[in-house]
Structures are given as C-alpha cells and as structure tokens.
C-alpha cells in the first residue's frame, strides 16, 4: 500500500543527480517524482526550452574530450557556473548570468503551468533543483517550499534572486553549504542541515543493515589487517563484527559513470587491466552504464573483448527506467567494496561506509565534493588506470581503503532521508 502523501517532490530529468537526491523521499510523496523538464501535459514551449538546455550540456561534456578545444568550450561553461572560493567570508548575493536567464524565462511563464496543477494541494514542495525553487517562489506556490541541495559546496544559482526576502528553507548537507547560503544573502533560519538523502534501503531505521554491509566490507578490503589492529578499539565499540569477520569473497569495484555517458573508457580499462585478477576469482566488476543503452553496448563489448563471463566476473548496472536503476544500482551497492566514480552527487554514498575511488572531476562543483571527500577522509583520488593492478593491491594492503570506508562512515552524515522527513513532519 502506497504512504500517504506528505509532499510535492520535483526534481529534474538532467543527468542522475537531481533524481537521485529526490528517489529517497519518495516515501513522503506517496511514490511520485514530478520532473519539471518531462512532466504529464507540460506544454511544448517549455519542453523544447528544457530539451536544448540538456542537450548543450550533454554535448559539451562529451566534448570535453576533444583536445584544446572541446577543453576551452567547457571551460567558458564551467566559469558561467563556477563556485567562487570560500574565503573571505564575503557578500556574494548578486545575481548571475545563470540566475538572470532562468528568472527572464519564469516572467515569461516557465513552470507556471506546473505550480498551478500542484498549487492546489497546498502540500510542502521539496525540489532537488534549483530551477524548481525559482519557478515556486515566483508563481506564488501556495505551500511551503523547501531545496534540498545535492553538492558539498554551491554556486549563487542555488539562492533564490532576492535571497533576502525569500521565503525558500534549505535542506543542506553540511556546515559550508549553509555558510555558503548565508554568502548568498539567504536568511539562517531558513537553512537546516540535514545531511543528503540516501537510501533507506542502504541503511535501515537503526543502521542495523549500513553497519551489517560495513563490517563485511572493512573484512574485505583490509586484507592485512592492518587497520584492524590499529583501530581494534575504535571498531569494538562501533562495529564488533568487523573485528571477527574474514574475508568471505572477492573484492567488487562498482565503477558509475555520470549521467551524460561521460568517462566510460575507464570501465573499460579497470576491466582489461584487472581480468587477469577477475578470472582467479580475486575481483568482481559492477559496470554502471544507468539509463544508457550506447554506455551499456561498450561495457558488454569490454567484457567480450576481455574474455570474461557476463552476470559473473562482470555486471553491467543498467534500466531504461531511471527509478528502476536507482533501486538496482543501491541493490548493487550493498554488495560493494569500492564506489570508483567522478566526484558527483555520489560522492554522499560515502556515508554509506563506501570508500570512493575519484576520477577527474567534470565542472566547479565537483572539485568541491572532491575536497570535501578528501577532508573527510573517504575519498582517494585515482591514480593512473593503466597501473590499477599495481597500486589498488598496494591500497589494499595498506589498510587505506578500509580507513576510507570507515571515515566515510563516520564523518558524511547518512540520516539525511530520515532528518529531512522529521522536518517535513514538524
């Protein structure tokens, strides 16, 4: 039986990363995700806007590749959208270039159509996307309006126009983020920190399966024990299991690429450089091509080419539906040793106890969630992958990726899906 409905959840069909921050709280919606680029009888004008808007940024994160000038044309989107530093603590609440193009379209009527179906019910609205809080706040949305923000550091997109007068509460994943709002002009009683949403189903209402997953996976990847024996007292009083637990199977690399298909070919290269390994039953490989069929056509070209066996020494992730790859790819994650991917909104599954292999980063905000996985302790940044069979064993030996795992537990929150629910519920 569905729950009842407690929210109005819009996130935004653009890449994963939207969706996947409003895929926890599905259980607040009574089930319903409303995508404001792709919703139910959303008018034409406004679809084709939205459609070119992906596109353009598919196409040039794709072309980033392409030497000296695809790096160039990124670089000029990458500075329209970039993250000012930290410091000084400063006023940065004026307006962008961004910000002015999208509010330009609002006055115009984009997302009118959609506050106006939704404004009825009178229930909270909770967007994942910043553009989602423009259009509420500007078409007089007749309920509460909350953001949840999904990086560890933020560009002045995500505070409304007039932050100042804003009526928006932020959900945040962190003490910066929420200093960062207030750069922006946004009120400190509008920001709570809560922490990213992450799967229930990863977790468990008293971490009982998040600490289950953990024990197993410190066992795994600290194959000398030495960051057992030197954290033995630490683990005892948080995690007794993992001190008794052996190593009971192979290690699983699950490697996602991002949502525009962007960095596949190192999948590809983890596999050919690890099958060696793979056959003798010493690594699995999770492939996560998500909603792509071209990514998901490459990674079974890769295990072909490589002699491996499908479904046994190599999976691929992969749905053309994009809740049904969130459920399987958080499926596969409990199975996980090491999360490999670019710094992106997944870069918060490391408060699932996932230690996080970072490849290059693609735009301003990851190379903030890069710092702040490495502050935290539960990020590693990739060395070069034609090497992987050289350096990960040495990581594995060394305890590191254990240490990982566990600063990931300890330091990312990981009751941000239940802290935002009890605030929704006030």
């Known amino acids: 039986m569905a729950k009842e409905k407690l929210i109005n959840l819009v996130a935004a069909d653009m890449g994963y990363g939207h969706q996947r921050a409003a895929?926890?709280?599905?259980?607040?919606?009574?089930?319903?995700?409303?995508?404001?680029?792709?919703?139910?009888?959303?008018?034409?004008?406004?679809?084709?806007?939205?459609?070119?808007?992906?596109?353009?940024?598919?196409?040039?994160?794709?072309?980033?590749?392409?030497p000296v000038i695809g790096k160039g044309v990124f670089a000029t989107m990458n500075y329209l959208q970039r993250i000012k530093p930290f410091y000084p603590f400063r006023d940065l609440s004026k307006p962008t270039l961004q910000q002015k193009y999208f509010y330009k379209l609002i006055k115009k009527g984009l997302g009118k159509d959609l506050m106006e179906k939704l404004g009825d019910s009178r229930l909270p609205l909770v967007t994942t996307f910043f553009v989602g809080m423009y259009m509420a706040e500007e078409h007089n949305y007749r309920g509460d309006i909350y953001a949840v923000v999904c990086d560890a550091d933020i560009s002045r997109a995500w505070a409304p126009l007039n932050a100042k007068r804003s009526r928006v509460k932020f959900f945040v994943p962190n003490s910066q983020v929420k200093a960062r709002l207030i750069m922006y002009g946004v009120k400190e009683d509008n920001i709570i920190i809560t922490g990213f949403p992450l799967p229930t189903e990863n977790i468990g209402e008293k971490k009982e399966i998040l600490k289950k997953d953990l024990a197993v996976r410190i066992a795994n990847l600290d194959v000398d024990y030495v960051y057992r024996e030197k954290e033995k007292a630490l683990l005892k009083?948080?995690?007794?299991?993992?001190?008794?637990?052996?190593?009971?199977?192979?290690?699983?690399?699950?490697?996602?690429?991002?949502?525009?298909?962007?960095?596949?070919?190192?999948?590809?290269?983890?596999?050919?450089?690890?099958?060696?390994?793979?056959?003798?039953?010493?690594?699995?490989?999770?492939?996560?091509?998500?909603?792509?069929?071209?990514v998901k056509d490459y990674f079974e070209m890769v295990v072909k080419d490589n002699n491996l066996k499908l479904g046994k020494d190599v999976n691929i992730i992969f749905h053309k539906d994009k809740i049904e790859y969130f459920k399987l790819f958080n499926k596969t994650l409990r199975q996980t040793d090491i999360l490999w991917t670019k710094p992106s909104e997944l870069s918060f599954y490391s408060g699932l106890g996932l230690p996080i292999i970072m490849s290059e980063t693609v735009g301003s905000q990851e190379d903030f969630n890069r710092a702040w996985l490495i502050a935290i302790g539960a990020g590693i940044d990739s060395k070069d992958v034609r090497h992987v069979d050289e350096w990960l064993f040495d990581m594995l030996k060394s305890g590191r990726l254990a240490r990982a795992a566990m600063d990931g537990f300890l330091n990312a929150e990981n009751q941000g899906t239940y802290n935002i629910e009890k605030e929704i519920k006030k």
């Not at 450089?273 to 998500?290: M, R, S, Y």
């Open 237 to 294: 009083k948080i995690i007794p299991d993992t001190l008794e637990n052996r190593k009971k199977k192979a290690i699983s690399i699950t490697f996602a690429v991002g949502g525009a298909g962007a960095q596949k070919e190192i999948g590809g290269e983890i596999v050919k450089e690890l099958a060696p390994f793979i056959v003798k039953n010493e690594f699995v490989v999770n492939l996560v091509a998500g909603i792509r069929p071209e």
């Open 23 to 66: 895929y926890p709280l599905l259980g607040l919606s009574g089930g319903e995700m409303i995508t404001v680029n792709d919703y139910k009888g959303i008018p034409e004008w406004e679809k084709d806007i939205w459609l070119g808007n992906l596109k353009s940024y598919e196409n040039i994160s794709r072309f980033k590749k392409v």
